[in-house]
């Protein structure tokens, strides 16, 4: 992630809505299309799959990643200030060309207005000069507020307030609907406050080069910021968040977790983690506690280890911790000592990522991070037309008809489970293009010429607008963690609606002009995959209508059980090309996604089939739909973001989202002849069919 968010810590905020298509720190674009393929329509200029990275040396029955994209991946080159590169990258830089467009003609905004709020944002980010005059000064009254803190109620307080501007503290707050009641929302509690992207980071030897170069960024920040003994400082702020990242539960298992429900009345919350000043912390995040009178805690494990700590731990150690977790949160906002500290931990080491993007670039991304739902309606309204939402819907109910199909056809399946599985589906609703109601920024204030400021207004009213949602019903037209111009998709478990942005739905990856199989090998994917979450191993768990139960009997729930093994187990010994056997995939950690990319493609060739047979085609050709499919995750990416991911993304390497899918497709062996010779072969007993 770019702008005024550490990539480190948006991961750990972002930790717990793992429900999307893409990686939530790169930049997400995709290859798709949509057109004839959903309706009656007259005949169109049909156009075919993008074949021009083909490598005819390397056979699609052996490896078809790299047959599709061989020549392009050894041809290309990563550019400097990226450290992925793909086809969805390709649209992400053409969405954010339009993006400056729209922003920079919104100087002269009448003041109030959300183009004045998005212009204020956009130009104090490009204003390098200022920002450099600044230096620290913008943080200047919360770092005076961590100072004064006398006593831990103090500082605790502090830390509340401080979490409601999105600065990493011992825990973070998310409001989002119940899961036992989806029609009201709840305030759930989960582990945070590591600078680092994952607890795992400061307990695996394997990050040793990780470590010293985050205590180096500490250090740099404490030095920029003129604290003294600077060197000191980093040493006692490192050696606390490592004692905090001992309580942190694995990534793998938060994943795996996703459907527990672990609610607590505020003095139970007392009860489970004596030692922290809950109270003083609640008075600083907000006025009304009230809203907090129950929570739900994700990792309960995790709290009694951060109060101990809190209780045990100097209170000067915890300023000092505070004050880093300050600078380090708005570093990439400040003067050039703190951002060039940010750029060389955050995407030098982290990603290997050369040398940082342009300008405007990062300015364009910070406007849409803090004022999406905004700039997303101005871009839907130039560049999202009505015909394309509407062959966007279309393509939708053609899905939705295959994945009945699929269902009624599922022999594993009981009656019982098959008709409340059917009954969710029929319930599945599609955001196309933009939310049905979005943000009102109204209460928001942005001046011009005080970039931080600015900021810290955007994160204060974001997290007031969030609990302001505890007081009225769930909205299933809003969208929680999409903006239409994201190129990236989602799908929500308690809500049972996908997001699909309108920057998504444009060329490559939607147009009106391209060949069906073409159509349902890329957005159909896209749009099946989200449906997919419906029934990975923590969709499953929610009825139609977003409540977490049991449903299954136990003759499925034992067979769907027995299919997510098989996934586990195909996916845990897979090495991306390049890296070394250790770094593997994750098959636990990705299960859910790679249970969705497999129902993804499953249901996109179910769909591609009822359209030819509306056509008169008995026997489709697949072998397009199949070469759509493997264009459209055509990426490079440095080996340090590839080792980085690995740990931290509940998605499969990009080759293992092409290969590893297609070889539990029958459609795939029929298409291409493969046979128990060739490598892209899988034993009919390791195959999971959905």
């Known amino acids: 992630m770019t702008g005024c968010d550490s990539n480190s810590e948006s991961l750990q905020r972002q930790r717990l809505d793992r429900r999307r298509f893409l990686r939530a720190t790169a930049a997400v674009p995709l290859l798709v299309s949509i057109a004839a393929c959903t309706s009656d329509t007259a005949p169109k200029r049909s156009t075919g799959p993008d074949l021009s990275g083909v490598d005819a040396a390397v056979r699609p029955q052996d490896d078809l990643y790299r047959h599709i994209n061989g020549t392009w991946l050894r041809d290309f080159q990563l550019p400097p200030d990226k450290p992925t590169y793909g086809t969805f990258d390709e649209l992400t830089d053409r969405t954010e060309l339009r993006l400056r467009e729209i922003l920079e003609g919104l100087a002269g905004a009448a003041a109030g207005t959300d183009e004045q709020r998005m212009h204020a944002v956009y130009t ?21 507020d961590i100072e004064r803190a006398t006593g831990k109620p103090d500082l605790a307080k502090v830390m509340g307030r401080l979490t409601a501007l999105g600065v990493p503290g011992l825990v973070a707050v998310r409001v989002h609907a119940d899961r036992t009641d989806p029609t009201r929302h709840r305030v759930y509690l989960s582990q945070s406050g590591l600078g680092m992207p994952d607890g795992s980071f400061y307990r695996d030897g394997r990050y040793a080069d990780q470590q010293a170069a985050y205590r180096t960024y500490l250090e740099r920040l404490g030095r920029a910021a003129g604290v003294p003994e600077p060197d000191v400082l980093a040493t006692r702020v490192y050696e606390l968040e490592n004692a905090i990242a001992g309580g942190h539960v694995d990534l793998a298992a938060v994943i795996e977790s996703m459907s527990s429900y672990n609610p607590h009345s505020w003095s139970g919350l007392r009860d489970l983690a004596p030692g922290f000043d809950w109270d003083a912390w609640l008075a600083g995040v907000t006025d009304r506690p009230a809203r907090f009178e129950t929570v739900v805690v994700d990792q309960p494990g995790y709290l009694p280890v951060a109060a101990r700590l809190w209780a045990e731990t100097d209170i000067a150690v915890w300023r000092d911790y505070l004050r880093l977790r300050v600078i380090s949160r708005y570093a ?11 750029f060389d931990w ?8 050369q040398q940082p993007p342009e300008q405007w670039r990062t300015a364009v991304r910070v406007v849409r991070e803090r004022l999406g739902d905004a700039l997303g309606r101005a871009y839907a309204a130039r560049h999202f037309p009505a015909e394309s939402k509407k062959l966007a819907e279309e393509l939708v109910a053609d899905l939705l008809r295959a994945y ?3 269902l009624g056809e599922a022999s594993w399946m009981s009656e019982a489970t098959r008709q409340t599985a059917v009954a969710k589906v029929d319930k599945v609703v599609a955001l196309v293009g933009v939310p049905l109601r979005g943000r009102d920024y109204t209460g928001m204030t942005i001046r011009q010429g005080d970039f931080v400021a600015a900021l810290r207004a955007a994160d204060g009213f974001e997290f007031a607008w969030q609990l302001a ?5 769930v909205d299933r037209g809003e969208w929680d963690f999409m903006t239409p111009a994201d190129v990236n998709a989602s799908y929500s478990w308690e809500l049972n609606h996908i997001c699909l942005p309108a920057a998504i739905l444009q060329p490559p990856f939607f147009d009106p002009d391209a060949d069906a199989a073409v159509n349902y090998g890329s957005i159909g994917v896209v749009i099946a995959h989200e449906m997919g979450h419906g029934f990975d191993t923590g969709g499953s768990k929610y009825d139609a209508d977003g409540i977490l139960r049991d449903w299954w009997t136990p003759e499925d729930k034992a067979a769907f059980e027995a299919k997510a093994r098989l996934v586990v ?6 090495v991306p090309e390049g890296l070394t056997p250790e770094q593997h995939v994750d098959g636990t950690l990705t299960v859910t996604e790679n249970f969705a990319d497999l129902r993804g493609l499953t249901t996109a060739l179910a769909a591609f089939r009822l359209a030819e047979q509306r056509r008169g085609v008995a026997n489709p050709d697949y072998r397009s739909l199949f070469q759509a499919y493997a264009r459209m995750w055509r990426q490079c ?3 340090e973001y ?4 690995l740990g931290l993304d509940s998605h499969s390497p990009v080759e293992f989202r092409v290969n590893q899918v297609v070889r539990n497709m029958p459609e795939f062996y029929t298409a291409y002849g493969v046979q128990p010779a060739d490598r892209m072969y899988l034993e009919a007993g390791k195959r999971v069919a959905m």
């Open 124 to 144: 104090g980010c490009l204003d390098t000069a200022a920002r450099d005059r600044a230096g620290i000064t913008p943080l200047a009254d919360l770092l005076a």
């Open 332 to 342: 990439p906002a400040l003067s050039t000592a703190f951002t060039e500290a940010h």
């Open 346 to 353: 955050n995407d030098r080491t982290l990603q290997g990522t």
């Open 404 to 406: 009945r199909t699929a």
């Open 469 to 473: 949602k505890l007081e009225r019903p």
């Open 569 to 574: 187990d195909q996916y845990n010994p897979l």
């Open 637 to 639: 990416a440095s080996p």
């Open 642 to 645: 590839q080792a980085m991911m």
